[in-house]
């Protein structure tokens, strides 16, 4: 397959665009919420920005708090849903749509005037849905999930934060009754209490800004991966799992957030955004307010301002 031309960054001084990025939002503060539906998450210090950039030539740069591990949360359904299309192929969208669910993530509603066929992978009974197929297909799942995240991150020490993980399991009484209702319409393979366990330590998964926006190089580059020095992620994938974060990778605010951003991207209740621009970069915040939907409050305005300044953008 002939590769397309990557984008010139030559022209590009990243270091000077995250610096001003970073004082701009400075007064962004303080606007948004710090996620609350778990105890192990409201501890975090809202004060923190972190910014990691990974270039398709090879670079990297980063800004404030990019080394230090954050709670990934539902970014961790973009790494679930590769792994998914790599086990089922496009049959995956029998059992899930591609659609925007116009709906919050954590919605029953839809679910059961859908007949248990979640609108998309990103939505909390969608991603239940792919991490079923994970344990279906492969008995060490959890491990070979972490594996994935070390491989492409090219991080040996990303683990599972476990205290978020039982912090999950404890309060995530909704999650079990998507799954369980997920079954009830025989959508789930496996036994629900090991899906449930699965999903809730991917959601806790601990990275930081470097080590996400390394991970995600592969979906801006063609599927290939500099850090593990293969192709883990399909050429032909590519294509799909960027649309689908285009079209449903920031919970229900995607037409806004598209408008201003422009280019795909998942976020995660932890504060964390990362996003793809193809041919040319993939890109990590983290700030743990959120705004209303649940998106980073500070991560949205500096990947808006990222694409206006270096007129990046799929548009
Ligand atoms: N662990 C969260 C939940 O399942 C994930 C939320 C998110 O980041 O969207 O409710």
Redesign the pocket.
Known sequence: MARVPLRPLDGIDFDAVLGEIGDAVAKDFGKGKVAS??PALKRVSPKKLGIAVSTVDGKEYRYGDAREPFSI???SKVLTLIVALHHEGEGLWKRVGREPSGNP??SLVQLERENGIPRNPFI?AGALVVTDSLLTHDKDAKENFLNLARTLSGNKKVKFDREVARS?RDH?H??AAIAHFLKSHGNLNCDVEEVLDL??HQ?ALAMSCLDLSRAFLPLANQGNDMHAGGNLIDKRRVKRVNAVMLTCGV?DGVGNFAYRVGIPCK????GGIVGVIPRALSICVWSPELDAI?NSYVGTRVLELFTSKTHLSVF
């Open positions: 539906y778990i949360q539902s970014i993530y954590n909390n999950e995530g909704r999650n999903y809730f959601c919970y976020s995660g209740v932890g649940g």
